[in-house]
């Protein structure tokens, strides 16, 4: 399984499109409740229009049998065929005009009302999505695609409004289209419509055909188009571009985006190609019919001539027709994109029903900030990134090494015992991938402990609300993350409700707040994405000031190692002090002043602590830390 947890797998594809299930149809339907009233009106309009369908193609053959070439008035010989009865024309031809007018009106303000139900039902799912998402855990975004988040947020979510603009009512509309008109042939002439429906198994067969093809296409073209996403995200990032050109990579990363390109126009010339298939089958049998229709109306008339089949009937029945192949070969599309439209609702709904791991226990509390005192412990945590094999494999190969060694390497964090006094510095020091960012990640419930417990003043995290154990803990990472806005903006994210006094404040004790005011813009100031404008150092303080802002009791802080000059350094240490002032904190240390004036140093080797204690004291019993001490930081 690797490092991809098998909650996490890659989306619904091609290979494993899953049937239309009764759940999936209930959530599909649940997504239209609110809009209930909207969507019956929709229907209504729908059948309304599709009904009125019939009428013209009927009228016809009153118009041609009565009104034009009326029997009744024989007498009146009007070059050889019965005189028009102009009163009934009238009446005919005005009735003929209005169906498609009123048509028309009501066609307007059902697309108006399908629009909106469609788009308000994907801006729900989008919403849906983003707030899940937000809460879902860290474990997923290290495992997961930006580009195919992004993916199913814009992509996905956006091909379910058109499921419900065209699908859906064409679905209605066709079908009330395809009863309606086989009635009025049937109505009109029973020979004729047999022939048509004798036509149809081999039209309903190649459309069939047709429909197949296209959905495989549009499958594998939306994972092209996921794929192209995500590099094009990967690559042309600030970190993605930066590392191509570093290391001269362009040249691979345009054939790799070359290459998918390829694919998706291959792919998207097929689709256009079998959907002019299917137009054609439609074309040919549209052509052909009638002249069928004709043919069989022959052989009626000579075999019965005291009960022929009239002009207009003939000229009403084809119309009438006509009518039929257009919804059918839809409708037979229509199936297939109603399968892929669910398929895009199984992806969107794949992405709802993952666990958000790390939730509010049922009778979590809520711990107000003013009132924690900032004791922290963990109890015998064991912790690993994988989630364990499922159920009944075992975690090592029988063969592998012995129990307890096979058993011990599965662990990022092996029974880990800390404690911390409220207001005390722990210094987290050891070798590269001991576990030292692990254990700050546990604090703030970025990732829950498997064995074990993390405590805040006797409360186990697990059972503090997430907001709140939000509110009372703050992270400065070493990789500074700010948005594309103001200073302002950025700095009021630590405390959206802080005045300027407040802001200036944070700023001072941050060592920033004359940079700032250098700035053209001061305060508002943008900074460039991910803040890139900014040196590192001034990222980092700006980082700090945000922290302050928040007034966090615990604080988890990652110490910068040697990207900052040394100046620039100081200023950071300067406004770390200030931040850390009366807080407990949990610093990665890479200085050893921090190290040296820490309450407890905290070594860690593979997962488990190795020592702990003040760093007198750890230097004299000279053990890993004295060895650690003058590899590291006696240098
Ligand atoms: P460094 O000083 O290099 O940052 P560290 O002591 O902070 O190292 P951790 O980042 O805690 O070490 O990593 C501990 C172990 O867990 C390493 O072996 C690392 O490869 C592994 N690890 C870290 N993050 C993940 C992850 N998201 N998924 C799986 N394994 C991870």
């Known amino acids: 399984m690797g490092r991809h947890g098998r909650f996490y797998a890659a989306p619904a594809r091609e290979e494993d499109a899953r049937p239309i299930t009764r759940s999936t149809i209930r959530r599909v339907l649940a997504t239209f409740a609110p809009y209930r009233s909207k969507v019956a009106l929709v229907g209504l309009a729908i059948v309304v229009t599709s009904g009125l369908g019939v009428v013209n193609p009927l009228m016809i053959v ?25 009163p009934l024309l009238y009446r005919y031809v005005g009735i003929m005009i209005a169906v498609p007018i009123v048509t028309s009106v009501i066609g307007i303000g059902q697309t108006y009302l399908t629009n909106l139900v469609g788009l308000r039902v994907m801006q729900d799912l989008r919403n849906r999505l983003y707030s899940h998402l937000q809460f879902m855990p860290l474990r997923f975004f290290t495992t997961t695609r930006t580009g195919e988040i992004q993916s199913r947020l814009a992509n996905d979510v956006g091909g379910v409004q058109t499921v419900v603009t065209d699908t859906m009512s ?39 055909k047709v429909g197949k093809a296209r959905r495989q296409v549009a499958t594998s073209t939306q994972k092209t188009l996921a794929d192209l996403t995500a590099i094009t995200e990967e690559t042309l990032s600030v970190s993605g571009i930066l590392l191509s050109k570093s290391f001269g990579r362009q040249r691979y990363e345009i054939d ?22 299917f137009f054609a089958v439609v074309g040919t049998f549209f052509s052909i019919t009638p002249a069928l229709v004709y043919l069989v109306a022959g052989w009626v008339n000579s075999g019965h001539p005291a009960k022929p089949i009239l002009y207009g009937t003939l000229v009403g029945f ?18 297939t994109d109603v ?60 063969d592998a090494t012995s129990p307890p060694e096979a058993e ?41 402990v498997q064995e074990g417990a993390v405590e805040i003043d006797g409360h186990d995290v697990r059972n503090i609300r997430l907001q709140s154990l939000g509110d009372i803990i703050g992270v400065v990472t070493q990789e500074t993350y700010l948005f594309h806005t103001t200073i302002r903006r950025n700095l009021l994210y630590g405390k959206p409700d802080a005045d300027e006094r407040e802001l200036e ?14 700035l053209p813009e001061g305060f508002d100031t943008i900074v460039g994405e991910r803040g890139y404008k900014l040196s590192g150092g001034e990222k980092q303080r700006l980082a700090i000031a945000r922290v302050i802002l928040k007034d966090p009791r615990i604080l988890i802080l990652d110490e910068a190692t040697s990207s900052l000059d040394t100046e620039s350094e ?66």
Not at 68 to 73: A, K, M, R
Not at 268 to 275: A, S
């Open 408 to 448: 011990r390497r599965e662990w990022t964090l092996d029974g880990v015992d800390i404690e911390i006094q409220p207001g005390q510095l722990a210094a987290l020091v050891g070798p590269s991938g001991a576990g030292k960012t692990t254990i700050t990640y546990l604090v703030p419930r970025l990732y829950d």
């Open 256 to 277: 790799r985006f070359g290459g998918e390109n390829r694919r998706l126009t291959g792919l998207q010339i097929r689709q256009t190609m079998i959907g002019r298939s």
């Open 170 to 208: 064409t679905v209605l509309s066709n079908f009330v289209t395809i009863v309606s008109t086989l009635v009025a042939m049937l109505f009109l002439s029973v020979p004729l419509t047999l022939l048509s429906l004798f036509l149809m198994p081999l039209f309903v067969w190649l459309t069939a």
């Open 318 to 335: 084809t119309t009438l027709q006509s009518r039929l192949f257009f919804p059918i070969g839809s409708m037979l599309q229509v199936s």
């Open 62 to 86: 009153v118009v041609f049998n009565k009104a034009l070439f009326g029997s009744s008035l024989g007498s009146n010989d009007c070059g050889g065929v019965a005189c028009p009865n102009l």
């Open 339 to 398: 399968q892929s439209s669910f398929a895009l609702f199984d992806r969107v709904f794949e992405y709802l029903d993952m666990d958000h791991e790390i939730e509010d226990a049922p009778d979590a509390v809520a711990l107000s900030p003013a009132s924690v005192r900032g004791h922290v412990r963990l109890r015998a945590a064991r912790f690993r990134y994988d989630e364990p094999p499922p159920e009944g494999l075992p975690v090592s190969p029988p």
């Open 570 to 635: 100081m200023e950071v240490q300067k406004a770390l002090a200030n931040l850390m002032e009366g807080r407990t904190t949990f610093v990665i240390a890479h200085r050893l002043s921090t190290v040296r004036k820490a309450d407890r140093i905290i070594v860690l080797s593979s997962g488990s602590i190795k020592e702990i204690g003040g760093h007198e004291e750890l230097l004299e019993s000279g053990g890993e830390y004295s060895r650690l001490y003058s590899l590291q930081f006696n240098g």
């Open 505 to 518: 404040a944070a700023a001072r004790a941050a060592n920033i707040y004359d940079r700032i005011v250098e």
